[in-house]
């Protein structure tokens, strides 16, 4: 009897083993997720990966993967730093929600009103664009992402000078165009409201009281903390390669956040719970609730490859779309060598931070699907193999789309003629330079030399520590064009996925020529019957035409003028060896127009 008892409690002891097994495995979904991540970081040759997950107001994973330094093996942590890049659009936005709380703009204000070194392309948009249409990329305006990333300056004023003479694509309103400017303004706002940098901001009203002790804004700070991942690219699809840092510093409130995993879960609890950290108010609840709803469609949204994913909508620095059932409000961020994913679903008081030091990388979206899957109790889904197949058909693509060189063509005129400045309004100044036989150029802080492919067209190449140009075919074609008089006057440039290129046009060096200098070129001139003046006004050599505006001229070369209001218009004057000037020509796009000066 006594056996049997034994045998029966043997048997209830087992039961209560394997329920309590049960319980263990559907109480932690996370559980062997770990090997999953090791995958992941093997499958899409991924340097290194931090991630954490919170479920209400609590951390309940948080963990690093592969390294923060592939040379010297040395491991990504929960606190390593990675750059956030576009993650940061959120904070940019709440400080103008704070702003709002207290009463100093609404959004609704017209942004230039807020902001006057703000002007866009016409008087209409001036007119139209309130702050909400920067906060939900609804302005009109396409990325002009090539501004920026080419041609930077920390000088802020400087870059939203470029948008004046940005060409809108849609009306505004009408349709979504992310741009990066956009949120370059909005801290340019919190800046001139505040009387603090952004920068300023950011660390008082959202790093120092939710205890983001490791994360900063500043390039140099981060590059020299002891926990700071590098930056990596992926070469031929098999190889991890180091790249550059890249100085975001003067398009900052768009995209310049350096944070960590486990500081950025502290930023996830204010939005989960709605707008609160350890019961201190950080952001209005009403805000939250704003900006976590949708303000514009992205696009259309329809499920496709998997039907339980729907909707693209943005809200005020977040995309909103349906995940399987479940309500989710996320935000990407790509920056030279990093990509990151913060998101959180409100219903399920759940946030998810992936942050990667691989540049334009799937790790992100790979990563935080698969936790979702597990947490929100679905049915997984191989988002890893996916991404695999995604990377092989990219390959595939990329391998047909590079420019067959033409054999045995030369440049149109002697490398020299190439260098000087060229310049576009909306993007900024190309300065070409000439060193031992080949021509050099500054794009994205990076000097690049410019290999000669066909006719008068070059391809911008990086250059190693040795001065090795890369072999591989850049994205970017610089094509050279000439005017009527046989000079080059500009190079085209394809940006931004524009259909044609971007024109940036020669700028000539102005030369300074004191007034007795520009005395003998003063006179009338004959044009057949036509007497065309040459004559001072204070320092500047003027040219009046009968019937038409006095033109204002600008010494571009040895004796030769550009005429200021008109493009492609200049005036050489002939000056015989004893300084004597006989004529002058017109040159200009129709032909070049002599006329004789009257003695």
């Known amino acids: 009897m006594k056996s049997i008892l034994n045998a029966f409690l043997l048997c209830l002891l087992a039961l209560s083993s394997f329920a309590q097994s049960k319980n263990q495995k559907t109480t932690d979904p996370l559980a062997g997720i770990d090997t999953l991540f090791n995958r992941i970081l093997k499958d899409q040759v991924a340097a290194g990966f931090s991630v954490a997950v919170v479920k209400g107001d609590e951390i309940i994973y948080s963990k690093g993967f592969g390294y923060r330094d592939v040379e010297n093996k040395k491991p990504v942590t929960p606190n390593t730093l990675f750059a956030i890049g576009s993650s940061s659009k959120a904070f940019t936005a709440s400080l103008l929600g704070l702003l709002r709380k207290e009463g100093k703009l609404t959004f609704e204000d017209k942004a230039v009103s807020l902001l006057p070194q703000l002007q866009f392309y016409n008087e209409e948009m001036n007119s139209q664009i309130i702050l909400r249409d920067l906060m939900a990329h609804r302005t009109g305006l396409s990325r002009y992402d090539f501004s920026w990333l080419l041609f930077n300056t920390p000088n802020r004023d400087s870059i939203i000078a470029r948008v004046k003479y940005m060409k809108p694509s849609a009306a505004v309103r009408e349709k979504w165009f992310y741009n990066n400017f956009m949120y370059l303004a909005q801290g340019m706002i919190v800046e001139r409201i505040s009387s603090k940098t952004w920068e300023q901001n950011i660390k008082e009203k959202f ?293 044609k290129p971007v024109m940036f046009d020669f700028k000539p060096e102005v030369k300074i020529l004191s007034l007795k200098e520009l005395q003998k070129y003063t006179g009338e001139y004959t044009l057949g019957p036509t007497a065309v003046k040459i004559f001072l006004k204070g320092n500047t050599l003027m040219v009046n035409v009968p019937g038409q505006p006095e033109y204002e001229t600008i010494a571009t070369g040895t004796d030769t003028f550009n005429l200021k209001a008109l493009k492609g218009f200049s005036v050489k004057f002939d000056v015989a060896a004893n300084g004597q000037v006989n004529s002058l020509s017109f040159i200009q796009p129709n032909g070049v127009f002599k006329a004789v000066k009257k003695k």
């Open 207 to 499: 790093f120092i009281p939710l205890e983001m002790n490791r994360s900063t804004t500043d390039i140099k700070t981060f590059q020299q903390d002891s926990d700071a991942s590098l930056p990596y690219t992926v070469a031929n699809g098999k190889e991890i390669k180091k790249v550059d840092y890249y100085n975001i510093n003067g398009m900052g409130p768009a995209g310049s956040i350096n944070s960590s995993a486990n500081d950025m879960a502290n930023w996830l609890k204010v939005w989960i719970s709605g707008g609160f950290f350890k019961k201190k108010e950080i952001l209005p609840t009403d805000y939250i609730r704003e900006a976590a709803s949708s303000q514009m469609v992205m696009s259309a949204g329809l499920p496709s490859v998997h039907q339980d994913i729907f909707l693209a909508n943005y809200g005020l620095g977040w995309m909103i779309g349906s995940y399987r059932g479940h309500y989710m409000v996320e935000h990407g961020g790509n920056i030279n060598g990093f990509s990151a994913n913060v998101a959180f679903l409100p219903s399920d008081k759940l946030g998810i931070v992936v942050l990667s030091n691989q540049n334009g990388s799937q790790v992100p979206a790979v990563v935080r699907n698969s936790i979702a899957d597990r947490l929100l109790n679905l049915q997984t889904i191989d988002w890893n193999g996916e991404a695999r197949e995604k990377n092989k058909a990219s390959m595939q693509v990329n391998k047909g789309t590079k420019n067959a060189p033409v054999l045995n063509t030369n440049p149109s005129h002697p490398l020299k003629d190439y260098v000087g400045s060229f310049e576009n309004p909306a993007y900024g100044i190309i300065k070409i330079t000439l060193e031992k036989n080949e021509l050099y150029t500054v794009l994205s802080d990076e000097k690049v030399v410019l290999k000669h492919m066909y006719y008068d067209v070059f391809d911008p190449r990086s250059i190693d520590k040795n001065g090795v140009a890369d072999t591989v075919q850049s994205s970017l074609m610089f094509n050279f064009s000439s005017g009527v008089d046989g000079k080059i006057q500009g190079v085209g440039i394809f940006l931004d996925g524009s259909e």
